[in-house]
């Protein structure tokens, strides 16, 4: 998977066509562990797969409070 910048993410999705491209859903796990149990939370991760180009990351950035990292 190629890593890019927010800018070049938000470049590629803007050359996401359905009859070219993909949008793919990732659900991960982070993990809190402590003596007597283990508490998880998902997060999403999305990814554009276009024929002929690296797939792409397109997670919106966010913060713990969730809010965006970054603005323009």
């Keep these: 998977m190629a890593h890019y910048t927010s800018s070049k993410r938000e470049e590629m999705a803007k050359l996401y066509t359905p009859d070219k491209c993909k949008l ?6 982070q993990c809190e562990a ?10 999403v991760r999305l990814f554009l797969r276009c024929a002929g180009m690296p797939t792409v ?3 919106p950035e966010i913060d713990q409070p969730k809010n965006p990292t970054s603005t323009k």
């Design 34 to 43: 402590s003596q007597h149990h283990i508490e998880c939370t998902p997060f």
């Design 57 to 59: 990351e397109v997670t």
């Design 24 to 29: 793919y859903e990732l659900v991960q796990y």
